[in-house]
């Protein structure tokens, strides 16, 4: 199994507040570190309600993460339509859905074998909550 460095985690960490920050919705973290196929080792995946929140999630990301860890994304997809972003930092992928997209391509289906993360902000970005569940059971 890869391990995530110290740097990765602090890269998460800044990606999961500064969507949340937005009002990201259903934010769930996709390990994909044990599946051979995986482009990379985590795909951080949200949804917004319209384009303009699903810009506004993304450009959040790239701002904080840009101003507190100094990263710049490989590449990034999506910004003009405000559908489906892509954000790639290499080994974590930031997928920002308009709900209706996220719905239709099923993402964390067609990676049912990673282990899937939840977060919520219920009450601060410090108390982030996250539990693993078998995607295919659906159970804790």
């Not at 960490?13 to 599946?35: F, T």
């Amino acid at each position: 199994m890869k391990k995530i460095s110290p740097a990765g985690d602090k890269l998460k960490k800044v990606i999961i507040d500064a969507a949340l920050d937005k009002k990201a919705h259903d934010l769930v973290e996709l390990d994909l570190r044990k599946v051979e196929e995986a482009v990379a080792d985590h795909f951080i995946v949200c949804h917004g309600d319209s384009s303009t929140q699903v810009n506004a999630i993304a450009n959040n990301i790239l701002d904080e993460v840009k101003l507190k860890t100094g990263e710049l994304p490989y590449s990034r997809e999506g910004m003009r339509n405000g559908e489906w972003v892509l954000i790639d930092f290499g080994y974590i992928v930031v997928h920002v859905f308009y709900r209706e997209k996220r719905d239709h391509y099923q993402l964390e289906e067609l990676w049912s074998d990673a282990k899937l993360i939840e977060y919520s902000d219920d009450a601060k970005k410090t108390t982030l909550k996250s539990k693993s569940i078998n995607v295919r059971s659906g159970k804790s």
